[in-house]
């Protein structure tokens, strides 16, 4: 399952100030519910202001 591209239905696109999650255009339905809730744990975790602050640290 850890290659299975319909268990984690996308990666998160670094770079831009919000969370997306880019998926293949021909995944399936259960790749699409995956991704959703990628993005959801991404907005509860408030990754967006964890990688700043990291970024931040980190220069």
Known sequence: ???DPDTFG???LLGVDG???ISHG???ARAI???CSLAIDCVNGDLVTLM???IQNAS
Do not use: Q
């Open 1 to 3: 399952d850890y290659l």
């Open 33 to 35: 519910v995956n991704a």
């Open 26 to 28: 021909s995944s399936s």
């Open 52 to 54: 700043k602050e990291t």
């Open 19 to 21: 969370v997306c999650i």
């Open 10 to 12: 996308g990666a998160a």
